[in-house]
Each structure stands twice: as C-alpha cells, then as structure tokens.
C-alpha cells in the first residue's frame, strides 16, 4: 500500500502581531488531529508552526488531492480560527481562509499545500522544510541546488542512481501552464525560467531513470487568489533523502547560503532567508527576517517517527550570522529597491492605494 504525507498550513491568527502560533492554537489543531487518527482518515501527524503559520504535516494512504483529506484540513483551520482564534482576537484571525465553503480541493481556497505518494522503501526519510515571510518561488534556488547542482549534491556524480538527473516540474503561476525540463541537458533552459521566481515556481522534481517522486512544493500565490495583499504565501516543500536521493547532508547543504527571497515586511521586500531551530520560529526584526524552519522524519508503516530539528545545530551558526549581516546591509536600503520590491509586485501590496491619491499632482513636464 502506498503512503502519502501531507503537509497543508494557514496563518489563521498570531500572537503579539504576525509573530507567531501560540500554543492554545496547535493545542487545539493537535487535538483534532488526534481525533481524525482515530476515525482511522489519517495514520499519524506533526503539528507546528513556521512563524505565523500553523503547519499539518501528517500521513495517510489516501493519495494526493483527496477531497476527504483537503477536507478535514480545511474543517481543523476553520474550527481553529472560530472556536481559539477569534476567542483570543488572535492577530489576523482566519486571515488564509479565502473563501466560505469548501469546494473540493483545498487548493486555491487559500491554505498552502505539498504532498507527495510513494511505495515506502525499506527505510524512507524525508525532510519537510517550511518558511515564513517568503512566496513559493523562494524554493526555486534551494531545489536547483539540491537536485541539479554537483557543487551542492555531490550524488550527482559519484552515486550511480542519480547520475541521470533529475525532471522539474515548473509552474507558470500566471499563466497557470506547466513545463517538464529534465536535468542536466535542459539546465540552462531551466535556468532561464526559474530565475524568474515570482512568477515560475517549481512544483515537483522526479528522479529521472524511474519517475519516482522526489520533492514536492506548495505553489499557492495568495494575492493571485484574492487579487489584493493577504500576508505572504509562505511556502512549505516536502524532499525524500537517502539511497538514490540526495543524502540528508546534501538537502541541508542547500540551506547554508542566506538567499535573497522576495516577502518579509508587509510582503514588500528581499531579505535573506535565515535557517532556524523550532525556538527561532518566530518573526521579529522589520517582521522576519524570512525563516525556514526543517523537520526530518522516517516514513514507517505509513507512519511518522520523529521529528528531527535539523537546523537546531551550530553548523548553521554561520549562515544565521550571514543572513543577519546580509540584512544589517539591505536594511540600510529603507524604502530604496532592490530592498523594496520592483512596482510589478507592489501592485499587489497596499503601496497603489497611496499612489492613487498622488494623481493630482502630476502636471505635464516641460
Ligand atoms: C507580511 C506580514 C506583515 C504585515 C505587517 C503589517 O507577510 O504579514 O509583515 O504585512 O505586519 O500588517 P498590518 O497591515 O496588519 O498592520
Ligand atoms: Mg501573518
Ligand atoms: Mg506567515
């Protein structure tokens, strides 16, 4: 039988701002977790936060977009909002909750959503990695690292099962088309799109010699949905590790450069994405900056066991420093792009309701 993990999140309120989950909150989403365990829908389950963000991670046999799973997830974020967030006026109450009624998938209702269905091996682990104050494309980087860059992925060349590559999966977020570049002839190609990351997201990566799911990534761009700012999508990505994927060691390696990503502030600005321990999951300076947060697993019997805090380590001292003297420097930037965003993806934020009222003052030049 095979196994899906599912990892389906919401910010649906914050204490002291949009600064964290407190814990009445995972309390409450635990317990009714703990409830769908018992009707026997789902097998096991994890529940924390990424910043503002309540995380599901949880397994099932049920497949990916089962209407009865995106269902129950939806039900738990709902009740939560209603029956914890709205009682303790909880900051930005249901704030990813878009629509009224459930419709099938939860997928562009706005909750973000990764999920992956795969045969278990004799000993699966996987990695699941959420960020806060970040969008979908923010994966683009670390994945080509992981999955396409020798530098990063040493298995790439030395181990003989993965020496064929890889196959992305890229997701036009605008268009809503999607593209399969297999890696490594279509490198440059791919390359050429993703570097784009606002706009091409990669969804999945597949090993290319037998099709096996390797990672999987959230896609929801919220302000697509809504047409205006609701908070940043902040993206959460599932990858398998070990015997024919890229070792743990290599997953995590993609994460010891403090990447630019486009989020943070009011959705409306680069920052570095800083690696943190679970303690750190919470956003504070100028509202981050950007965090990731990763938690490693054994998928067994259809099971979670763990998890693994697998940032909590002083081998990402360094990168935190990075990301904390990259941000010192941006920051100097104030209101300036690159630090703010470019006007394509301001459109999105409040920032045209203030040019809006500067009409007036515009006159023919001479
Ligand atoms: C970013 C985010 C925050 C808010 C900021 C202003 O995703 O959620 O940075 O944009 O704190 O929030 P409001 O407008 O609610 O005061
Ligand atoms: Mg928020
Ligand atoms: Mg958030």
Do not use: C
């Amino acid at each position: 039988m095979k196994t899906t993990v599912s990892v389906i999140k919401a910010d649906i309120g914050s204490i002291a701002g949009h600064v964290t989950v407190p814990d009445e909150l995972k309390e409450f989403a635990s317990r009714k977790m703990a409830e769908y365990v018992e009707t026997g829908l789902i097998n096991s389950f994890y529940v924390t936060n990424a910043g503002d963000d309540l995380q599901l991670i949880f397994t099932h046999n049920r497949g990916v977009d089962n209407p009865e799973i995106h269902e129950m997830a939806w039900k738990v974020f709902s009740e939560a909002t209603e029956k914890v967030s709205k009682r303790l006026k909880l900051y930005a109450a249901g704030q990813d909750l878009l629509k009224d009624a459930f419709s099938g998938n939860i997928k562009g209702m706005g909750p973000g959503v990764a999920e992956i269905e795969f045969e278990e091996r004799k000993s699966d682990p996987i990695a699941v990695f959420m960020a806060d104050k970040t969008e979908p494309g923010a994966w683009n980087i670390y994945l080509y690292k992981i999955f396409g860059d020798p530098f990063n992925t040493a298995g790439l060349v030395i181990d003989p099962r993965m020496h064929d590559g890889f196959v992305f999966r890229v997701l036009d977020v605008v268009e809503g088309l999607e593209a399969d570049l297999s890696l490594p002839e279509d490198t440059y190609d791919l390359l050429a799109i993703i570097g784009t990351q606002s706009r091409y997201v990669i969804k999945e990566v597949r090993r290319k010699s037998d099709g096996e799911i390797a990672a999987a990534a959230s896609t929801t761009r919220l302000s697509l949905i809504a047409g205006r700012y609701v908070g940043k999508d902040d993206p959460v990505l599932i990858v398998r590790a070990q015997s024919g994927f890229p070792a743990m060691g290599e997953i995590l390696e993609a994460f010891s450069k403090p990447y630019l990503v486009a989020g943070w502030m009011r959705g409306s600005h680069y920052g570095p994405l800083m690696p943190v321990p679970l303690r750190y999951s919470k956003v504070t300076r100028f509202d981050g900056p950007p965090r990731v947060i990763g938690l490693g697993f054994q998928v067994t019997d259809g099971r979670l066991i763990g998890p693994v805090d697998l940032f909590d380590d002083p081998a990402f001292d360094r990168v935190r420093e990075w990301a904390s003297d990259v941000t010192e420097y941006i920051r100097l930037h104030g209101p300036f792009m690159p630090h703010r965003l470019g006007p394509e993806e301001m459109e999105y934020t409040t920032l045209p309701q203030v040019l809006k009222k500067l009409e007036g003052r515009w006159e023919k030049a001479d």
